[in-house]
């Protein structure tokens, strides 16, 4: 009997509009109904998830940034994992010297390097054209004018960190050259960090004991439940702790086959409602709701 439902966001429970269809909400609002517990685990920080999920009438619990923070749905912290300035400091001295876009999440706002954009705009514009065709679907949706737009408070240069008061939880690192980002993901490797990717032409580093797994299993003890009756839905690299430590692990429809080899379950796509269509079969209501 599944008593605890992880689902992931963005590629998960988010459709092609990055919005929660009424699909998704009615299958959630179905679940609690049942009694079972829901968690938004996501690499999206605990003050973006929470408003949302409140618009929406869920009282959910939060996984947040990776599993660097935990919430229950009271909004009450049981969990953290940060990363220590001297950890972090060296981290972002590299990403700098290597002129990587990056952003430094904290538990009040996210930080980003003065030069980011000017960054990303220069690999574009040193690309030849091949390799500018590679990556055109990417652009679509991820230019840096989005970026740019963000707004977000300004580091004008990696050594202004150490002036960060608030706990860091996670660096997310972009780049449209997947070689440069390798390079760079291998280069700031130890063992001090979880370093996962959400998605295409990224990375994010987090501390060692944050991942999405490990807040599943630390959301499941301050809720009582044993990990055979969760159950977990993603559909990306930075899902697959999660994935392997539910007792069911469901992979989405639009997940790489790599993920999908590695889970018990395979659903939907993000735009077909996958996350509803899980959450129904796993409550054994699939002929109940006409699915």
Request: with cysteine; net charge negative; charged share 25%.
């Amino acid at each position: 009997m599944i008593k605890l439902i992880a689902t992931d966001m963005d590629g998960t429970l988010l459709g092609a509009d990055h919005e929660v269809s009424a699909e998704n909400v009615k299958a959630l609002r179905f679940a609690l109904s049942r009694g079972v517990e829901i968690a938004i685990a996501s690499g999206r920080v605990h003050y973006e998830i929470a408003p949302w999920m409140k618009r929406l009438g869920l009282p959910v619990s939060i996984i947040g940034t990776n599993g660097a923070t935990v919430h229950d749905k009271s909004g009450t912290l049981i969990h953290s994992a940060s990363l220590k300035k001297a950890i972090l400091l060296p981290i972002l001295e590299e990403l700098e010297a290597r002129r990587l876009y990056f952003t430094v999440f904290t538990e009040k706002t996210v930080y980003a390097h003065a030069h980011g954009v000017a960054w990303l705009e220069e690999e574009i514009r040193d690309m030849d054209a091949e390799n500018l065709r590679k990556i055109q679907d990417l652009l679509s949706w991820l230019t840096p004018k989005t970026f740019s737009e963000k707004r977000l408070p300004i580091l004008q240069s990696a050594a202004e960190a150490e002036a960060i008061e608030e706990e860091v939880y996670k660096c997310f690192v972009f780049s449209y050259r997947e070689d440069k980002l390798r390079s760079a993901r291998e280069a700031i490797a130890n063992e001090h960090l979880h370093i996962a990717s959400s998605g295409r032409g990224n990375f994010e580093v987090m501390d060692k004991d944050a991942s999405k797994g490990k807040g599943l299993e630390r959301l499941a003890k301050a809720l009582d439940i044993p990990l055979a009756e969760t159950m977990a839905i993603g559909d990306n690299q930075n899902d697959l702790s999660m994935l392997e430590t539910a007792g069911i692990g469901v992979a989405m429809g639009n997940a790489d086959e790599a993920i999908k080899r590695r889970c018990r379950m395979v659903t939907a796509t993000n735009v077909e409602h996958g996350v509803a269509r899980a959450i129904y079969r796993a409550l054994g209501a699939e002929e109940e709701v006409g699915l």
